[in-house]
């Protein structure tokens, strides 16, 4: 992304800025025939917006932007990942940072994303690795990687998955695995002060250069935000920043399906991110949307989350789970940790489900005949495969099945 960056002879005009989810979601060669304009995706893994902060004021530095494209993923600015301070945040901007070109700015900005005691692994690389200093087999791995063509030449291709230019990465691989871990307490989604501040920074710094800043965030596959269970917390905490400072935001999880029919396994890779058709069709709405103003686009979103769940047609997406803080007597009387395993139907009422569980080391055993209970649990260490059978509850008519391994 920064060679691709730095050998820009265009000006940047629109600049997509924030996580994977810019990268694997937005294809900018598309959206260059549909504007005309020279677009660039700016985006890093785990990019929190500290870095999206300085890395605008790089683009800037450069480029005549005339749009700003922010994405917000919640889990970035929610719980400990919103907390900037800690390491375990702190080291994802080391990655975002090391090829920005040298100068006294990225001086200033890696002074000022890193807390001082990170400061010796944030400015000298090598320092990060030493503990590998006495591998020999490492070490003749990464001089093996780096000598090869394709390391020389910018080239990332592993053959289903290839870097373009301009920050895009083309996929053809298919979400295969329909099961999520909950990566965040639903009292945790809440918009950290962190991610508050540098939000607030952001879009200061645009209207200041009045530069035209959207808010948005991406489509993730369903199981990841039912299992948050209370994603329109962080949703609404985005709405009044961004109607403070009446500029739009737009969350493309919210979108009727008859506009973006995007929620099915085959435009996904995984369950955070879109493959090439996912992101063919996202890219197209994408620009469909941001062309207009929120009073044209009212009727392609719901209000919520909620509300999405309670109109869209009743479907079963796979299932999720979250371990449970009491551990249980099993019926050999060991003391094991639990998970809560919840099978993620956009429906409460609507839809009944039959249970079969096939532990790796065991016999396929009913877990529960058809109920519209949707929650089990199970120990925490138990792994198999998880067959969903689902019906309408009413008339016992027109369902389906999936499996997923747990």
């Known amino acids: ?195 508050e501040e540098y939000l607030r920074k952001i879009i200061e710094y645009c209207q200041k250069k009045k530069v035209q800043i959207t808010l948005f965030s991406s489509p993730i596959y369903e199981t990841q935000l039912m299992a948050n269970e209370n994603y329109d917390q962080y949703v609404d905490d985005v709405k009044k920043i961004a109607s403070e400072y009446g500029i739009a935001y737009y969350d493309f999880n919210m979108a009727k399906e008859e506009y973006l029919p995007i929620w099915y396994p085959e435009y996904f890779r995984d369950v955070g991110h879109l493959n090439a058709r996912g992101a063919e069709l996202y890219t197209n709405f994408f620009h469909q949307v941001v062309s207009g103003t929120p009073e044209d686009n009212v009727e392609y979103f719901y209000d919520t989350y909620r509300e999405k769940l309670e109109y869209s047609k009743p479907n079963v997406y796979g299932v999720y789970c979250y371990n449970l803080d009491e551990p249980e007597f099993q019926e050999d009387g060991e003391l094991k940790k639990m998970q809560r395993m919840v099978i993620a139907s956009n429906t409460e009422r609507k839809l009944e489900y039959r249970v079969l569980l096939t532990p790796d080391e065991g016999k396929t055993v009913l877990q529960q005949d058809f109920s519209v209970n949707k929650e089990f649990d199970i120990s925490a260490q138990e792994n198999g495969l998880c067959e969903v059978i689902w019906r309408d509850a009413e008339s016992g008519g027109k369902g389906g099945r999936i499996e997923v391994r747990y």
């Open 1 to 195: 992304m920064w060679h691709n960056f730095y050998e820009q002879e265009k000006n940047i005009d629109y600049v997509y800025i924030g996580s994977s989810h810019v990268y694997c979601d937005l294809n900018p060669e598309i959206l260059d025939e549909k504007n005309g304009k020279n677009n660039f995706n700016m985006s890093t893994s785990s990019q929190r917006l500290i870095e999206s902060y300085y890395l605008l004021r790089e683009v800037d530095r450069k480029h005549k932007v005339e749009k700003v494209y922010l994405e917000l993923y919640y889990s970035l600015s929610t719980g400990i990942n919103g907390d900037y301070r800690q390491k375990i945040t702190v080291q994802n901007g080391w990655r975002g940072m090391n090829f920005m070109k040298g100068s006294f700015y990225k001086t200033e900005a890696l002074l000022s994303m890193n807390p001082a005691q990170y400061y010796p692994e944030a400015f000298f690389p090598f320092i990060r690795y030493r503990e590998h200093l006495m591998d020999g087999n490492w070490i003749k791995e990464r001089a093996d990687y780096k000598n090869t063509e394709n390391y020389k030449k910018f080239i990332y291709n592993d053959g289903t998955t290839e870097y373009k230019d301009k920050g895009y990465l083309y996929t053809t691989r298919e979400l295969s695995d329909l099961f999520t871990r909950r990566d965040r307490e639903p009292e945790e989604m809440y918009l950290t002060d962190d991610a």
